[in-house]
């Protein structure tokens, strides 16, 4: 299975194939929210298969903590 992930940024895409280099240009998870950004995961299921899933909230914070560790 393959993931990208998508930063929308004041309506701007930009890619990245983890969700910690999606975050890397954010200082903490209160920089995120307060400018309204979102991550978009696109899963590849097969050849042809896409599922497509806002990451929550949760999952962001988690991120954050895990890379300041």
Known sequence: ???LYIVVDE???KPYPSIGEALENYG???EFVVHDRNIVCLTLKNKS???IETVPLKDIAKAILERKE
């Open 1 to 3: 299975m393959s993931k």
């Open 11 to 13: 309506g701007e895409l």
């Open 28 to 30: 903490n998870l209160a």
């Open 49 to 51: 298969d896409w599922e």
